[in-house]
């Protein structure tokens, strides 16, 4: 016995607008631009890593942005990036509240990106808000320096 099956439009209307917001659906998923903001897990620090291609962007483009070198003297004497300020890792650990400006931009660097990061989660849970951190640090800055 052979069966046929009639489906009526209304259903075929149906399950293919279904399937046409569930292929959407999955399709925003996918190709979303992720954020490259970083959050702890209680949201109390937050930064944002950007490439060296994108510190360069940012340096050309903002006048009130202060770039923070926080490697020793020694190294910043052998090449920073332009513009940078010496701002030693365990001076701006210590003393950011007086020397620095919650309502200023800030680029921060080290030699390999951890102690910069480390430096913006403290001043991201201080209410500084515009703080970005060189990912890679001076490792991956591919750009002229200044000596």
């Known amino acids: 016995m052979l069966r046929v099956v009639v489906i009526k439009r209304r259903h075929l209307y149906i399950a293919l607008i279904t399937l046409i917001v569930i292929i959407i659906g999955i399709m925003l998923l996918v ?54 300020v010496l701002m030693p890792y365990k001076l701006a650990r210590k003393n950011y509240e007086s020397l620095l400006d919650k309502k200023k931009k800030y680029l921060v660097y080290c030699y390999n990106g951890k102690k910069s990061e480390k430096l913006a989660k403290t001043l991201g849970g201080k209410g500084f808000s515009r703080v970005y951190v060189l990912a890679g640090g001076m490792e991956k800055w591919g750009y002229e320096l200044e000596r």
């Open 31 to 84: 190709f979303m631009p992720k954020s490259d903001e970083t959050f702890s897990e209680t949201l109390k620090y937050a930064y944002r890593k950007i490439t060296p291609q994108q510190a360069k962007v940012l340096i050309s483009n903002n006048d009130d942005l202060t770039v923070l070198d926080v490697r020793d003297e020694r190294d910043f004497l052998d090449g920073h990036m332009p513009n940078a």
